[in-house]
């Protein structure tokens, strides 16, 4: 056995002894031996080994993301339906006009995905050019 010394209050010194008494061991030794055997145990059952706690976390986490990417996929189709109405439709021209407008409007549309696609980055900025790959269509 490895020697430990430890300090004790008067009153902490006094409430060992007496509870070594009670409790029916053979020394003060045996008595703080058996506390702190109790407590490792106690701590041991509370601490998860199977490392539930933190797969949930990570569950927690992906849900969160998950909801923030359709969130995001949405406010862009919003941005993106709500661009087209004002390059194309605002004013509504008429008779001949109105095919010179179209097409200066989606010119427009075409240079306003690139400055919105040169600003993001990462995998952003890549699923972004997949978007307007697939909206210019």
């Given at each position: 056995?490895?020697?430990?010394?430890i300090r004790c209050s008067a009153d902490l010194d006094t409430?060992?002894?007496?509870?070594?008494?009670e409790a029916g061991f053979g020394s003060e030794s045996a008595f703080i031996r058996?506390?702190?055997?109790?407590?490792?145990?106690?701590?041991?059952?509370?601490?998860?080994?199977?490392?539930?706690?933190?797969?949930?976390?990570?569950?927690?986490?992906?849900?969160?993301?998950?909801?923030?990417?359709?969130?995001?996929?949405?406010?862009?189709?919003?941005?993106?339906?709500?661009?087209?109405?004002?390059?194309?439709?605002?004013?509504?021209?008429?008779?001949?006009?109105?095919?010179?407008?179209?097409?200066?409007?989606?010119?427009?549309?075409?240079?306003?995905?690139?400055?919105?696609?040169?600003?993001?980055?990462?995998?952003?900025?890549?699923?972004?050019?997949?978007?307007?790959?697939?909206?210019?269509?």
């Amino acid at each position: 056995m490895n020697p430990r010394t430890i300090r004790c209050s008067a009153d902490l010194d006094t409430r060992i002894a007496k509870a070594t008494k009670e409790a029916g061991f053979g020394s003060e030794s045996a008595f703080i031996r058996a506390a702190i055997e109790n407590e490792l145990r106690r701590r041991g059952a509370d601490a998860p080994h199977d490392g539930s706690a933190a797969a949930a976390s990570f569950e927690r986490v992906s849900i969160a993301i998950r909801r923030l990417a359709t969130g995001q996929q949405a406010l862009f189709a919003f941005v993106d339906a709500l661009a087209k109405t004002v390059l194309t439709c605002v004013p509504e021209p008429s008779g001949e006009a109105y095919q010179q407008a179209v097409a200066r409007a989606k010119a427009r549309y075409d240079r306003f995905l690139k400055s919105v696609g040169s600003g993001l980055s990462g995998e952003s900025g890549k699923a972004f050019t997949e978007l307007a790959e697939h909206a210019g269509r």
